[in-house]
């Protein structure tokens, strides 16, 4: 299983050890996004393992001890480090690397004391949303079960001193998906810090209309994925207009939790690497990759069958290894109304 917590300190507790989990730690029998499902067995070949571990020693290599040659070689190899996070991260160096690519350790190092000052010395006004909200997040992982346990406690813990910090956003569900996410990977100080360097725009554009009142980022960005959609796949576009589908009643959470509310969690991974890396425009690619590939099914669907196949993708569609190539093939034009740029992803 992934390592959860493990460098901070904090367990995950023995959960582990009374029901089955997969490798990511998710109750098998219970969460229908199981990364096994993708497992193309249920042993590891030696070759797998073989394979696995020189992508690790090369990752390594990249990034050096504690990210120290991660800049020089950014800067040297820009796209051997494109192609590589393309291919999936190492989950091992996971934490770090996300770090890395989103600028966070650097705004970690720039402000000691700060997150400890925000969780215990300040109150926020969401403080009751937050105890609220948090059993729902990631239910089915050993982490955050336990009610009041280590990992309900840290996911508080992030999401207080993030409404503090930045009271104008203060705190709206699905950011409760991304800090849980991020716990699993880092450290309540290091998510906190990956979470201000997503909102606040630390490298690529900020985040933080997506929870403003009225969600005015959301709005705009279903309101471009539509115009994609017509655009890029017309024949699921004009099926859509017949049947008076929008992008409101099916792809809203792809943006606000950037796929980490119900997509199979290895998918969440692999599209978080690239996500994280190269921004918002792999969150389009990847929706319209996947009503391409479900498109000749789901242009015979009435409204009814159509809203709850939007929202039920079949397996295979939801491979990793079988949408980001494709994902990473569409070549989207569009201008974003706001800052009126013309803006192409490669």
Not at 27 to 43: C, G
Not at 237 to 257: D, K, L, R
Not at 278 to 305: H, R, T
Request: glycine share 6%.
């Amino acid at each position: 299983m992934s390592r959860k917590r493990t460098e901070n300190g904090s367990e995950s507790g023995p959960a582990t050890s009374h029901v089955p989990v997969d490798r990511f730690g998710f109750l098998k029998q219970e969460h229908a996004n199981s990364p096994e499902r993708f497992s193309k067995s249920k042993t590891t070949s030696s070759t797998d393992h073989d394979r696995e571990e020189r992508k690790v020693r090369k990752w390594r290599k990249m990034i050096g001890v504690g990210g120290s040659d991660w800049k020089h070689y950014v800067r040297r190899k820009p796209n051997v480090v494109r192609r590589r996070i393309r291919k999936g991260i190492p989950d091992c160096l996971r934490g770090l690397v996300w770090q890395l690519i989103s600028g966070s350790r650097d705004l970690l190092l720039m402000n000691p004391g700060v997150y400890e000052q925000l969780v215990i010395y300040e109150t926020s006004a969401s403080e009751l949303d937050i105890i609220r909200d948090i059993s729902r997040t990631f239910p089915s992982h050993v982490f955050f079960q336990k009610r009041h346990g280590p990992g309900q406690r840290s996911l508080y813990n992030v999401l207080k001193a993030y409404s503090v910090y930045d009271r104008d956003v203060g705190y709206v569900q699905g950011m409760g998906f991304i800090a849980g996410l991020l716990l699993l990977y880092m450290s309540e100080e290091d998510a906190f810090w990956l979470l201000v360097a997503l909102l606040k725009g630390a490298v690529h554009a900020p985040m933080e209309g997506l929870y403003h009142a009225g969600l005015p980022l959301v709005q705009q960005y279903l309101f471009q994925l539509e115009s994609l959609v017509k655009e890029l796949i017309p024949k699921l576009g004009e099926h859509f207009t017949q049947e008076m589908i929008n992008p409101s009643m099916y792809a809203s959470q792809w943006f606000i939790t950037v796929f980490s509310y119900s997509f199979p969690f290895p998918l969440a991974l692999r599209i978080w690497d690239v996500f994280l890396s190269e921004g918002v425009k792999i969150v389009f690619k990847v929706g319209l990759a996947l009503l391409k590939y479900c498109q000749d099914e789901l242009v015979k669907l009435p409204f009814e069958k159509l809203i709850h196949a939007l929202k039920t993708f079949p397996e295979d569609a939801m491979n990793p290894d079988t949408l980001l190539p494709l994902a990473y093939s569409i070549k989207v034009l569009f201008r974003f109304r706001k800052v009126n740029v013309l803006v192409k992803f490669p």
